[in-house]
């Protein structure tokens, strides 16, 4: 018999990849294209394009937003196929360090986005159904 947090687990974390994987795509294209994201115009502590265009908006020359999409994608293929049983958890721990970093960075630009707060937290926020599923043994 399946358990509770089992159930759980599968459509949780599949709503937090599906919401991080389209916000990084979305940042992505913006970035590619060089246009800010919308509804995120404001300046001073709130402001997307300081963030986007700002030398840290790429690691080794990567874009940002193709790391969090790449990494979106890959824990969505583990999880659903081959149930990422020993890979998943430390992805996340990979993306946790990561997001502390792009953090960071966001402390020095002395700026934050909202988009990029959004795919942070849909990656730190799959700890959840990475415990549900362990919780059940499952």
Request: glycine share 8%; aromatic share 12%.
């Amino acid at each position: 018999m399946e358990k509770k947090g089992s159930k759980l687990a599968g459509p949780l974390s599949n709503a937090l990849l599906t919401v991080g994987a389209a916000d990084s795509a979305y940042l992505l294209v913006l970035t590619e294209v060089g246009k800010p994201p919308s509804l995120c115009g404001v300046s001073g502590p709130v402001d997307c394009a300081k963030v986007e265009f700002s030398p840290f908006s790429h690691f080794f020359g990567v874009p940002v937003a193709l790391l969090g999409l790449v990494w979106f994608l890959l824990v969505a293929f583990l999880w659903n196929w081959n149930k990422g049983r020993w890979t998943v958890p430390y992805l996340w721990v990979l993306a946790t360090v990561f997001v502390g970093y792009l953090v960071y960075t966001e402390l020095l630009i002395r700026s934050v986005c909202i988009y990029c707060s959004l795919a942070q937290a849909m990656g730190v926020l799959m700890i959840l159904p990475i415990l549900l599923k362990e919780h059940d043994g499952s």
